[in-house]
């Protein structure tokens, strides 16, 4: 059973700093891509950061220059470092995962998500 467990979020004021983690476990042949979203009340779920097994990123253009997204394989682990936070990033992130099984079937995973809050 694979599973992502998300951690890091809260609540930070304007300009702050958080840092979220989200890690895969389970037992599978190996992760691809893994990314962030957010989504908020009465919208779409939407892209933030994407890295691929290469780790190549992508970003929205909304966080671009502000929000860093990394990955860990040996921890299986991806990480979103977000900086110069703006009220407009308040929502709920969630970590996904492309994960090939021991069958070699791809399928797409997904976090619990965690609570990001920023206000003053």
């Known amino acids: 059973q694979v599973q992502l467990v998300e951690s890091g979020g809260g609540l930070v004021r304007p300009s702050g700093s958080l840092r979220l983690s989200c890690a895969a476990s389970g037992s599978f042949f190996g992760i691809n891509a893994m990314g962030w979203y957010r989504q908020v009340p009465g919208k779409q779920r939407e892209l933030v950061a994407l890295?691929?097994?290469?780790?190549?990123?992508n970003y929205a253009d909304s966080v671009k220059g502000r929000f860093t997204i990394s990955r860990d394989n040996a921890k299986k682990a991806v990480y979103l470092q977000m900086n110069s936070l703006k009220p407009e990033d308040t929502a709920v992130y969630y970590c996904?995962?492309?994960?090939?099984?021991?069958?070699?079937?791809?399928?797409?995973?997904w976090g619990q998500g965690t609570q990001v809050t920023v206000s003053s």
């Open positions: 996904n995962a492309d994960i090939t099984t021991w069958s070699r079937f791809q399928d797409i995973y």
């Open positions: 890295i691929s097994s290469g780790e190549n990123t």
